[in-house]
């Protein structure tokens, strides 16, 4: 059975500090992708990014980065420089194999304070 | 090209009563997954659909929850007598036909908050 464990269920920042969103999981996949969600205030899902299991190297978008851990099975999210528009709750998800069933994780609620 | 479509955004339910929700999913989808956002949750995966077929039902309750994804027009998750409990966030995702799936990707709407009252 895939999990998902998001052990942060709440951070608070001050503007312009970095953050870093921890997500570890389980699966007996050997291929996979992971996914990151940012659910802001308005209650929709935001998609951010989607990574194989192929590729390990980091990722940076803009004031995001991701770093994949294949060994660790982990897959953790930096905002740097956060900013207010950053707060929301930010999901980690893994599909199973056939893709039909995204598991999540049960999410991580960022405030970041003026 | 419009993305995944859910209808209502918000709806009041009392108690005993029914709630349909509604989601068209984008322009050449045919998968359709549903999932389940209780108050300060995860998402929660409830059923996948394909036209007229239900794929995999392993989320759904066993009592009150139906859904269905008919030839024409939207997927309908249908609940019975609505309980308390049933106060969540539903959220509707499509996909792709498998074969033109790319990377397990799914759409999501921006789901339809039901009330119990």
């Known amino acids: 059975a895939q999990k998902v464990t998001q052990a942060q269920t709440e951070i608070s920042v001050v503007e312009k500090e970095d953050v870093t969103l921890d997500c570890v999981y389980e699966?007996?996949?050997?291929?996979?992708?992971l996914f990151w969600y940012k659910q802001p205030p308005s209650g929709e899902l935001v998609f951010l990014i989607r990574?194989?299991?192929?590729?390990?190297q980091n990722e940076i978008s803009g004031r995001y980065s991701w770093n994949f851990q294949k060994s660790t099975s982990s897959f953790n999210f930096t905002i740097t420089a956060s900013q207010v528009v950053d707060s929301a709750v930010y999901f980690c998800?893994?599909?199973?194999?056939?893709?039909?069933?995204?598991?999540f994780g049960g999410g991580t609620r960022l405030m970041v304070k003026p | 090209n419009a993305g995944v479509m859910q209808n209502p955004r918000h709806l009041v339910r009392r108690r005993g009563q029914e709630a349909r929700l509604r989601c068209s999913p984008m322009?050449?989808?045919?998968?359709v997954y549903w999932y389940r956002q209780l108050p300060e949750e995860g998402l929660k995966f409830m059923v996948y659909?394909?036209?007229?077929?239900?794929?995999?039902e392993s989320g759904m309750p066993k009592e009150r929850f139906s859904a269905e994804f008919p030839k024409e027009g939207p997927s309908i998750l249908r609940i019975q007598q609505v309980v308390r409990g049933d106060s969540a966030a539903y959220f509707c995702?499509?996909?792709?036909?498998?074969?033109?799936?790319?990377?397990?990707?799914?759409?999501f709407g921006p789901g339809t908050r039901l009330t119990v009252l």
């Open positions: 322009k050449g989808h045919s998968h």
């Open positions: 699966t007996r996949d050997t291929t996979y992708y």
């Open positions: 995702a499509s996909s792709p036909p498998m074969w033109a799936a790319q990377e397990n990707e799914q759409f």
């Open positions: 659909l394909q036209k007229e077929n239900i794929i995999d």
């Open positions: 998800a893994l599909p199973n194999n056939a893709g039909n069933m995204l598991t």
């Open positions: 990574r194989n299991s192929f590729d390990e």
